[in-house]
């Protein structure tokens, strides 16, 4: 007997992270319906991260701080994380001011910078 099997890989699907679009300058009312969307693609999709694509957000300010940081306790809340995808860099200036440390979507990974060329030096001279 067989099983009809579901179409993708379900690996691969379930590693997906779901995506929330803002597309534009959100309302302090809009922000709990955003919230409860977060929750809902967490239940839905079964994926671990929300990518929220913030570059229509509009200018920074303390009102984006306080959505994002809404946006990701509801998302922790519901077992998940909140991932940025195309933060301004005032945006991201904005929330490390504040002490809000969001995932950014291709940041590269902190490590020691590369080493740089050691000159030689000859017997006798001052270090440097």
Do not use: N, W, Y
Not at 56 to 81: K, T
């Amino acid at each position: 007997m067989s099983s009809a099997r579901s179409p993708g890989l379900p690996l691969v699907d379930a590693m997906k992270p779901a995506l929330l679009v803002l597309p534009g300058p959100v309302t302090r009312d809009e922000a709990a319906g955003l919230c409860d969307d977060v929750r809902a693609l967490l239940e839905s999709t079964g994926a671990g991260v929300v990518v929220i694509d913030v570059a229509g957000i509009g200018p920074p300010g303390l009102g984006a701080v306080d959505l994002l940081a809404r946006l990701q306790l509801a998302a922790r809340r519901a077992g998940g994380r909140v991932r940025l995808r195309d933060p301004a860099p005032s945006l991201h200036a904005l929330l490390g001011l504040v002490g809000l440390r969001f995932e950014v979507e291709g940041q590269v990974e902190e490590r020691e910078p590369p080493l740089g060329v050691e000159e030689e030096v000859e017997p006798g001279e001052p270090a440097l």
